[in-house]
């Protein structure tokens, strides 16, 4: 029997807005942490001969980073916050409240740049494609 949880998102007036960064790593933490300190993006849009929009370095390693806009393909990011700690039991309900939007996501790569068929890129590119499928006549 597969588990099944419900989850209920409770929107909030005014969302803060938010940066979204997608690195190439998993970082075994799940709570607070002092990111703003550490993880300081630059912007490369307009640099001559650059051919990413974003660079980092996280733990030491250079990242090369490629900004998608969510809006060119009719979607936006939310941030959602759980209000149940702990672990969730099988059919337990969920509320999440939405904390903050964005309208971009930057999408990280170690040794190049993301490019247009990069996973994250086709992934925003497919809701323009379904669309188009699923549009009645």
């Known amino acids: 029997m597969a588990a099944t949880t419900n ?16 690195l190439p790593c998993e970082i075994m933490h799940s709570g607070p942490a002092a990111v703003n300190a550490y993880f300081k993006p630059r912007s490369t849009q307009g640099v001559a001969g650059c051919s990413h929009d974003v ?3 996280f733990r030491g390693r250079e990242l090369f980073g490629r900004t998608i806009s969510l809006a060119d393909h009719q979607l936006q990011g939310w ?33 190049d740049p993301p490019f247009e068929e990069d996973p994250m890129s086709k992934c925003a590119q497919w809701v323009g494609i379904a669309s188009v499928l699923h549009a009645e006549c």
């Open 55 to 57: 660079e980092a370095e």
């Open 7 to 22: 989850i209920t998102v409770t929107p909030i007036a005014e969302p803060k807005l938010a940066e979204a960064h997608l």
């Open 79 to 111: 941030l959602l916050k759980d209000t149940v700690q702990g672990s969730v039991a099988d059919g337990e309900q969920r509320r999440w409240v939405a904390a903050a939007s964005f309208s971009q996501l930057n999408v990280y790569k170690h040794d």
